[in-house]
């Protein structure tokens, strides 16, 4: 069952993540089943071509644990260790969850970043968005991203602060 307005979270918009993927994909049936190759061939027709640039930026916070995805340890005591085993990717040497054979043979096309900690060491969704941490704020608090974004090029619109 879909309940939109459902108990409240501590994420802004209420929702979790299923039913933000829920809502989604609904929203999506509703209008006909249109998906992104109609959505980009009705906005290659159009007559009037934009000059605004957007970023969707959907934060997922958690997560299953790296050991299960990245950093396979398959030698370590079962204590330690994950559930799942480590498979070869298409890049010598490098090794991840057996859960994505298909990202194996993409590997040479991403970058595995495996070395970022947060300094409070509690998976900080607000050090992840800023870079900074969340203690020590000046007054104001730290610049968001967009509000870097407008300081480096520009407003988009007159009308909008």
């Known amino acids: 069952m879909l309940t939109i307005l459902g108990p409240r ?6 929702l979790s993540r299923r039913s933000f993927l829920k809502i989604g994909g609904l929203s999506m049936g509703a209008i006909g089943g249109i ?11 159009s007559p009037r071509k934009s000059s605004h640039k957007a970023v ?8 299953p644990p790296h050991q299960d995805m990245w950093d396979i340890k398959v030698d370590a005591p079962s204590e330690i260790r994950g559930e799942f085993n480590a498979i070869q990717t298409n ?10 054979p298909r990202m194996a043979q993409m590997a040479d096309k991403f970058a595995f970043i495996r070395s970022m900690v947060g300094s409070d060491g509690r998976h900080d969704a607000f050090q992840c968005l800023t870079g900074y941490p969340f203690r020590n704020q000046p007054l104001g608090g730290w610049p968001s991203l967009g509000s870097f974004l407008s300081k480096k090029y520009g407003p988009v619109d007159p009308s909008i602060p």
């Open 35 to 45: 998906g992104l190759p109609d959505l980009l061939q009705a906005e290659s027709l």
């Open 91 to 100: 890049v010598p040497g490098v090794e991840i969850g057996d859960q994505f």
């Open 9 to 14: 979270s501590r994420y802004c918009d209420g």
């Open 56 to 63: 969707i930026n959907i934060f997922l916070p958690g997560g």
